[in-house]
Structures are given as C-alpha cells and as structure tokens.
C-alpha cells in the first residue's frame, strides 16, 4: 500500500482535460512538502513532469499542470493528445517514515 | 546531456548478493547527491536510497536497512548498491537517479535505463 494514494486508472478522448489526484496525510503533503510528478512510458524509465508542485522542466509541454491544496496534490492534463498514454506517478516526502514517497501509479488511456 | 547507465543487475539466489554500479557522464558528479528507486514487475516506484554528494551522509529505506550499501566514488564517478541477504521481495527493476535540491527539498531529475535484479531459486 502506498503512502500516496492515486486512482489506478484515468481516462478521457483525444482533446479533453483529465485530472489525476494524489492523496497523502499531514506528514507529507500536509506538512507542506512538495508534490513532484513523473510520467514513464512502457519498458522506459520515468522522466520529471512537474517539480516543486507546480514547475515544468524545459521541454514539457504547457498542457501538463501541477497543483496542491491541502494534504492532496492534482495533475492536470488539458488538451489531451495519444502521446501522453502513460503513467504518471507522485512523490513527496513524509517526515514520520524519514523517506521519499510515491504513489502507487495511475495509467492514463486516450479513448 | 546527462547520462546514467546502471549495470550488475542478474538472477541471484535467496540470501545471495549482487553490487549495482551506475556510471555518470556529462555533469559534475561530485556536486549531486543521488538515489536508487526500484520498481518491481508491473508494480510502483520505491525509494531505496540516497548519498550525498561527498558521501558523508547515506539514508537506506526501511525493508533494506542492514541489508543494502548505498555508496560512491566520486573520482570515477560511479554510484554504487551493494545489496546483501537479498529477498525474493527485493525483485525489481533498480534506477539511479540525479537528486535535485528545490528549496529546501529534493526530488529525482535525470535516471538511468535501470539494470533488473531477480531474486529466485
């Protein structure tokens, strides 16, 4: 089980905006730890999405987007294209496991 | 462009050991601190461990505490694993990551191709 929790699969056609949500508690998002997401494609190695809740590395499209409110983090997939079918992970820091932490992986289907 | 690339992965027996290395080129190695995250087949990312860029701080994850070495030489700019007493459980795909520092927090930039690791009799 992991200490983040995400919906293990999304979807949405080709154009629409998909959200994926990332749950912790008050020792890790909630104690103000960023909220960081990572996108993998089969048989690849993950790549940073977002970093810092809400920052994208050079090369990442506009259409990726990172929020946090609370003790859950979102991402946000506006315009959704065939390309982006992957998944996408979260990863914070929790203080009481001394640990970095991800979520358990939430596969996006393009319809 | 940064380059990550992890080798010493294999089949081992339960209780058996194996040493991961993962050999950076095209940063300043010594600068970075890094991780090792596995993900076993089919299933999430875990972090395993981290080092500091000089070495001189090493935190292990739980499950792998005592059993797994995570350590470094910054002259050949190699990371290392090395994972004793190993488990069935311990099964996975092995990624080295870059740490990058954000504020005061950290979260993993450039990662290797991974090297597998499979614990079975």
């Known amino acids: 089980q992991s200490v983040l929790t995400q919906p293990p699969s999304v979807s949405g056609a080709p154009g629409q905006r998909v959200t994926i949500s990332c749950t912790g508690s008050s020792s890790n998002i909630g104690a103000d730890y960023y909220v960081h997401w990572y996108q993998q494609f089969p048989g690849t190695a993950p790549k940073v999405l977002i970093y810092g809740d809400n920052n994208r590395p050079s090369g990442v499209p506009d259409r990726f987007s990172g929020s946090k409110s609370g003790t859950s983090a979102s991402l946000a997939i506006t315009g959704l294209q065939a390309e982006d079918e992957a998944d996408y992970y979260c990863q914070s820091y929790d203080s009481s496991l001394s640990d970095w932490v991800f979520g358990g992986g939430t596969k996006v289907t393009v319809l | 462009h940064v380059q990550l690339v992890e080798s010493g992965g294999g089949v081992v027996q339960p209780g058996g050991s194996l040493r991961l290395s993962c050999a950076a080129s095209?940063?300043?190695?010594?600068?970075?601190?890094m991780h090792w995250v596995r993900q076993a087949p089919g299933k999430g990312l875990e972090w395993v461990a981290y080092?500091?860029?000089?070495?001189?701080?090493?935190l292990h994850t739980d499950s792998v505490e005592g059993r797994f070495t995570i350590s470094r030489d910054n002259s050949k700019n190699t990371l290392f694993l090395q994972m004793n007493s190993l488990r069935t459980e311990d099964t996975a795909i092995y990624y080295c990551a870059e740490d990058v520092r954000w504020g005061s927090q950290n979260y993993f930039d450039n990662w290797g191709q991974g090297t597998l690791v499979t614990v079975s009799s």
């Open positions: 080092i500091r860029n000089d070495g001189t701080k090493t």
């Open positions: 095209a940063f300043i190695f010594s600068d970075y601190g």
